[in-house]
């Protein structure tokens, strides 16, 4: 009796063990690299898939696995990813947006390796302008590559619209009104809005605040120069409920691409949206130029509103050196090429070919040389996770009561929380 | 029953792999999340810090926490009833001795064997307000009843409106459960009873009534626990069909913690938010719990 309770006992205690073993079998070191991202969709999957092809020309024994984790701004991924990081189980490189939702995130923890050394290797410390170096630095060291740059502040115009009713693209707020004003007459919706998960929203506030406040003003909402229940923000907060009056009334229904869509079909006639935007409208076989124009979200005209996704060196990356190779490609003007004009996104570097983009590519390239750069909010450049998670929650009551004074003190609350980490 | 030394011992060994497991995944894990939930931890590495109830007052005086509460009592409430009343409808039609009856029963029953992620995604596009149901009845003229379902942001009191549809939703996915418990109970009435009041002149009705239904009392209670521990840690059917909804409408604390806890990297407060979801559960649970035990 006593020998079957000791054998009962050992078996108990044996299964954890046996778990471990099985965990451990798995870790065997192969000649891999696996990346992590959430493009799995269309031109950024083939982007994606161009960059893989790169890599397996020049380094063709090793195994590329794409660990892909599906769902719109990365939002699931993430939290597979947060899990994986702490679970010791890194991937060798993960997709990760340049700014605090880098920094803060990731870098804080001590989860990153600079990367330092590849720029002065690849002399690629002047091939990338120093703003967005800036983006994903920390205390002097540089943390990820750069695979694109995307604009956040563009206003989509159905052209046809426009013409039919005589009116000229909205250069400032005030001309944004005016339009709003008489496209509401003729019964068009004037402004498409799609803010089922919320972010999309705040991408509309984030142009508005920028309108309203200016560059420095704006940028100084992150780092407590601005206050947020100040009367500036508090004028801007005005402006975007005078703009909700605009809005489709099933906004709340809607995912960003199905407003998109109801400027396509002429229901509605304008949608402010970053210019992945312009990789539906092409995939839905509209005429750039033609169909649909496009100009700075009113009032923002001289500044753009940046973010990028970005690959950086995950600590304890299972095959470091083939990681450090992948973010060569990244970052070389043959990975630049191929990625961008797939993903309907600018390279990130200045030494590029031109003639491989589009016209609208072609367009925000010239921009992106020459405008003021701040960094986009609803898509973790400006502000940390926790701090964007917030803001979103903040903007998903405003949205539907439209109280100016509760919202400002909510975001000052916010501000105030984050920023005193 | 006198049990020898010897026989406990064999008993607690063969219940000894199970208890560690558990003892382990639930209860360590409860208690850690509760330690969790004191502490400082923000951020992806763990900090224990311990600040007391700090994470617990700011998260009950937000706006979103309250809304949650109040979403998880009405909807609880509401399907409750649903459930209940629709439950005890199909079960006393299926005791009338239809034809076919097996037939009927698992048609009733199949919508629980679907997970709640493929029936969100489903009624989500059911109540979609431009081309779902509305689009139906504006076919069949009927504009005036169309309404803007999960999107409409009004609530009446606390009771927010876009919460209809996700009771609709849960209802019909777990109203046949319902209505096998129920049959089980009306089944185990004893028919001379029944015979007895029909012959002295009793409508059918009136049984139901004062026969059946008192007869179905513990029923009753167990579908109420089980229904009611659902309801209060549901988070898929709402995930995938509504999300949090305009304004928090349609949100539940699960998906406030999951959107702290894992998008936000606030783990000390997402805790919290577990934490008062098992106290929700604990209350419904334990009183079940410590009635059922009394009575053995």
Known sequence: MRKTVIILLVCTLAVPGLLFAAGARETEVRNQLEIF?????????????ALFDIYSSLYPDVEVINATVAGGAGAQAKAVLATRMQGGNPPDSFQVHAGRGLVDTWVVANMMEPITFIYEEEGWLDAFPQGVIDMVSDEGEIYSVPANIHRSNVLWYNKPIFDQYGLSAPVTIEEFFDVAEELAHAGVTPLALGDVN????????ESVLLASLGPDAYAGLWDGATPWDGPEAKQALDVFVDILEYVNTDHAALTWDEAAQYVIDGRAAMTVMGDWAHGYFMAMEQEPGADYHWIASPGTEGTFMMLSDTFGLPKGAPHRSNAVN?????????GQDAFNPRKGSIPARTDTDRDKYDIYLQSAMTDFAQDTIVASVAHGAAASEAWATDINDVISMFV???NVDSAASSFARAAKDHLSR | MVRSRKEMMKAFALVLPSLLVLLIFVYFFIAWSFRVSLSAWRGLIADYTFVGLRNYISMFSRERFQ???MNTLSFTVSFLILCVVLGIFLAWLLDKGVRAEGLFRNIYLFPMSISFVVTGVVWRWIFNPTVGINALMQRIGLEHLTWGWYTDPTRIGWFHVALIPVIIAASWQLSGYTMAMFLAGFRSIPVELIEQARI???SEFFILRKVSLPMLKPITLSALIVLGHFSLKIFDLVFTMTGRGPAFATDVPAIYMFETTFRGNNYGEGAVISMVMLAFVAVVIIPYLVSTFRKE
């Open chain 1, 326 to 334: 992948w973010l060569k490609v990244v970052g070389s003007v043959d």
């Open chain 1, 400 to 402: 539907s009561n439209k």
């Open chain 2, 200 to 202: 002295d002149g009793a």
């Open chain 2, 67 to 69: 809304i949650d509460m």
């Open chain 1, 198 to 205: 919320t972010w999309e929203a705040t991408h509309l506030l």
């Open chain 1, 37 to 49: 991202s959430w493009w799995t969709a269309g031109g950024e999957a083939e982007g994606l898939d």
